[in-house]
């Protein structure tokens, strides 16, 4: 795992070992709500991904939290699309 950080502009983790990015999905502090916040090369990026990562105006299943209410729905939706 690498990271790279410039205070205020961008902070970014690299991540190729499949347990580490098993460990990082589970890290609460990583959440997948894509809230416009943090560094500004980081709320571009989220931005982004919420625009790119939705369907009908909701997020695909896969870009939110395994508990969120609602996931399974969609998921089946985006299925049959």
């Known amino acids: 795992m690498s990271r790279f950080r410039i205070p205020a502009l961008v902070d970014l983790i690299t991540v190729s070992d499949p347990a580490q990015i098993a460990d990082l999905a589970e890290d609460p502090r990583l959440d997948r709500e894509y809230v416009i916040r943090g ?39 985006s299925k049959r699309a």
């Open 39 to 77: 560094p500004l090369i980081n709320r571009i990026v989220t931005g982004r991904i919420r625009k790119v990562l939705s369907l009908d105006g909701s997020p695909c299943p896969r870009s939110r939290r395994a508990g969120r209410s609602g996931r399974r729905r969609l998921k089946a939706r």
